[in-house]
């Protein structure tokens, strides 16, 4: 029977490893950007949309920048996060044709 090394195994856990639940990103995927060459939560962000799902980063931005910094051997708070972008507020198209300024705000 072939028994896998810690190494192999890591690297299978890492394959199921979910960081983003929101837009389903693998820690594997995370970890091919950055040995691709992609070095900030920014540029991992816009190609994976890990952040951009419905929690807006609460679960996955520090496991992001932990991975990047773990890659780079520097401590988190070294790593520049990603930024901030409130939601947006869904309003009526009728209150901008109306001028309802209630709906615009």
Avoid: F, W
């Avoid at 920014?42 to 920048?65: F, W």
């Avoid at 409130?86 to 209150?95: E, T």
Wanted: charged share 35%; proline share 5%.
């Amino acid at each position: 029977m072939n028994k896998k090394t810690d190494r192999e195994e890591a690297m299978d856990a890492a394959e199921i490893t979910v960081v983003c639940r929101c837009e389903d990103v693998t820690l594997e995927e995370i970890r091919d950007l950055i040995r691709e060459g992609y070095t900030t939560a920014e540029e991992i962000k816009r190609i994976t949309r890990c952040g951009m799902g419905p929690c807006q980063g609460r679960t996955c931005r520090e496991l992001l920048l932990a991975e990047l910094a773990r890659a780079s051997g520097r401590k988190i708070d070294e790593v520049a996060p990603t930024k901030y972008r409130p939601p947006a507020k869904p309003i009526r198209l009728g209150g901008i044709i109306e001028g309802d300024s209630s709906d615009l705000g």
